[in-house]
């Protein structure tokens, strides 16, 4: 399976070119980019050409843009104004968080990418069908604006009531819009399970997140080297080889002191996986 790194393992630094060279220096040929603003502050036109100009040139990939959560350089932390969900019901609300998402999607203008990662709502969201309604208006107006780039959104299950696997099948066949998925393999484990969560979504999977907890808190551990994970990577490795060709392994990790060489232990997290 191609190997693809999210830069989610480095989002406390800002991306620079020093970064991506150490990726590709560890044997990754390409990178999902985390569009938080203390990282990647997609509405600076310096940073975003500095790399556009080093992905000219470079061997390195960018294969995904993971959609911004946060309209500030903190995770948030400014107030619950700062979370940017596709479920505000609020027309007006809604229309500035799909701009700020429109902000980081023509990045593609500058580096040209296949899939923006994007989330229906946050972290423990409860479901209702006027959230689901509006995730609809605003996924239609985000889908035709990255095709008209050259990118495809992707729906990511996400650990909350409106994104589990089976609500993300009944949501796309409630709408009729044509949604692909990222499969988040932690995600699954704190929901209906791996292989349960893949079999739902199946062949409309396009892109992977790989990492692993302790089935309740959304820790993205190092799969086969963090002791508290609880993911069966013999089992998940069996299943995501079913489809060959359709999805790369992309790993979504977290910093951790465990690993000072994060870097470097995310390839040997791929080493480890691919011999399973």
């Known amino acids: 399976m191609d190997r693809v790194l999210s830069t989610h393992l480095i989002v406390q630094h800002r991306l620079n070119t020093v970064w991506l060279d150490r990726i ?73 968080m799909v701009d700020e998402i429109k902000r980081a999607l023509d990045i593609a203008e500058r580096i040209p990418f296949k899939y923006l990662i994007q989330h229906i709502g946050t972290g423990k969201e409860e479901w209702t069908e006027r959230k689901m309604e509006a995730a609809f208006t605003a996924l239609e107006e985000i889908s035709l604006f990255a095709r008209n780039r050259g990118a495809r959104v992707l729906v990511e299950n996400i650990p909350n009531s409106l994104s589990s696997a089976e609500r993300l099948r009944h949501f796309r066949e409630y709408t009729h819009l044509d949604l692909h998925y990222c499969f988040d393999v932690g995600h699954a484990n704190m929901n209906e399970g791996v292989e349960t969560a893949y079999q739902i979504l199946g062949d409309r999977i396009r892109s992977t997140h ?58 040997q997290v791929f080493d480890r996986l691919e011999a399973l």
């Open 24 to 96: 590709w220096q560890a044997g990754i040929p390409a990178v999902e980019i985390f569009c938080a603003r203390q990282h990647l502050d997609y509405r600076s036109r310096s940073q975003v050409n500095e790399l556009a100009f080093w992905f000219r040139d470079a061997e390195l990939k960018l294969h995904s843009l993971h959609s911004p959560m946060y309209t500030d350089d903190c995770w948030g932390k400014t107030g619950p104004h700062a979370t940017i969900t596709i479920t505000e019901p609020s027309k007006p609300r809604r229309l500035e």
């Open 210 to 267: 790989v990492h692993d907890n302790n089935g309740i808190e959304d820790s993205h551990l190092f799969p086969t080297l963090s002791k508290e994970g609880t993911v069966d990577w013999k089992k998940t490795m069996s299943l995501l080889r079913s489809r060959p060709g359709q999805y790369p392994l992309v790993l979504e990790l977290k910093e951790s002191p465990e690993f000072p060489n994060s870097i470097d232990a995310a390839a």
